[in-house]
């Protein structure tokens, strides 16, 4: 098996292998025709062999990128947006219970969204409510692990992951 070695100047380096297999024909890899940035990294483009670069945290088609958070100040009233990313406004549904509109919709209701809270000293636990995963919005309710009752915590947060 042949590879290409790239050493580096600290005395590390790393190298480019052939595949384990053998292909059934001969295979060929083509690098973009520009140069990248920074914080961009090469990907699969939608041509076959070609690679382009991509932008972590931002191509909201990727998979692997979260496709909306928010930090809530969840006991103002109405509860308000601290900082968001893909989060058009919030519902507040009653104590401790809040829907998050997205502002682009994801492409259908099989994602995973993690909600949390915090008061500091108290302990908070989060739930997605049954059935309100929406491909437009999300709802959860917030509880204290003391009592279980649902409360408007002063830090309440959630984050998103699936398909756009």
Request: with cysteine; proline share 5%; aromatic share 8%.
């Amino acid at each position: 098996m042949s590879k290409i070695k790239l050493p580096h100047a600290s005395g590390n380096s790393m190298s480019i292998a052939a595949p384990a297999t053998n292909p059934a024909s001969d295979l060929e890899l083509k690098l973009p025709a520009t140069i990248g940035t920074a914080g961009q990294y090469l990907k699969n483009s939608s041509t076959a062999g070609t690679l382009e670069f991509g932008s972590a945290g931002t191509t909201s088609t990727d998979n692997y990128v979260c496709k909306a958070w928010c930090n809530l100040s969840g006991d103002s009233n109405p509860p308000s947006i601290r900082s968001s990313y893909n989060i058009s406004s919030v519902t507040d549904n009653g104590s401790g219970d809040v829907t998050y509109n997205f502002t682009t919709s994801l492409a259908n209701g099989n994602y995973i969204c993690i909600p949390s809270a915090s008061t500091g000293n108290d302990g908070a636990y989060a739930i997605t409510q049954d059935n309100a995963m929406a491909t437009g919005s999300v709802r959860c309710v917030y509880r204290t692990s003391r009592t279980s009752s649902a409360t408007d915590f002063p830090l309440s947060m959630m984050a998103v992951w699936g398909v756009s």
